[in-house]
């Protein structure tokens, strides 16, 4: 039973370019989270999704960002126009049907822009 | 609004010692479920233990178990028998019952585990 997926584990982009990062989740798991993790800090949620619904955005930045989550395939993170303020890890995670489950994390998507 | 707070930016422990890492948290919400994560240098976020705020009876995983204070609002990790692998950040986290899906972490611990 694969656990949540995310890909690529490392990314590197130059300033003004666009990052997208990429989460499959857990079988099974229909709700997808998207959270930033910055130097030597805790995570702060980005977004909440569910298949072809943006459930909460309120931790997204209000430009640049934007994040899907298809009916079919993974869930995409793009971060357009990068700048060196968006190094940072990029966590997704996923959870069954029911609100309130237990968020399963992925490994990460370190974003390096230069 | 929801917060965490985590008072001990590092702690240490000789091995097969025990720690308690501490956590308070404010929430609104009737219900709400706590989590301690653990993030070892990989970097990888693995979930540590769960308690669901209605249940009175603290979590317990094997060597970790929390000592959950509902009226203080004190959510504390305890890790008996510690051992190398236990070294790595620990997060407690809030989630409320709602639709938000938003879990609210604290600032972290680093736990390092002495031989």
């Known amino acids: 039973n694969a656990g949540v997926m995310q890909n690529p584990r490392h990314l590197v982009r130059r300033r003004g370019q666009e990052a997208r990062l990429r989460c499959s989740p857990m079988k099974g798991h229909s709700h997808v989270y998207w959270y930033r993790q910055l130097p030597e800090e805790g995570l702060k949620f980005m977004v909440y999704l569910q298949k072809e619904n943006i459930i909460d955005e309120s931790g997204m930045p209000k430009e640049r960002f934007s994040a899907e989550f298809p009916k079919e395939g993974p869930s995409i993170l793009r971060i357009q126009q990068v700048v060196r303020g968006d190094s940072a890890a990029y966590f997704c995670?996923?959870?069954?049907?029911?609100?309130?489950?237990?968020?399963?994390f992925g490994p990460g998507t370190r974003l390096l822009v230069l | 609004a929801q917060t965490v707070t985590q008072s001990q930016p590092e702690m240490s422990v000789q091995e097969a010692e025990t720690v308690t890492l501490s956590c308070t948290y404010d929430?609104?919400?009737?219900?709400?479920?706590l989590f301690w994560y653990k993030q070892p240098p990989s970097r990888q976020m693995i979930l540590v233990i769960r308690q669901e705020a209605y249940k009175q009876q603290n979590a317990t995983e094997n060597r970790f178990s929390v000592n959950f204070q509902k009226a203080a609002k004190s959510f504390s990790l305890k890790i008996s028998d510690s051992q190398l692998g236990d070294t790595a950040m620990y997060f407690c986290a809030c989630l409320g019952s709602g639709n938000t899906g938003k879990l609210i972490f604290g600032q972290g611990t680093t736990l390092q585990v002495k031989p």
């Open positions: 929430t609104s919400e009737s219900n709400y479920y």
């Open positions: 995670a996923s959870s069954p049907q029911r609100s309130g489950e237990t968020q399963y």
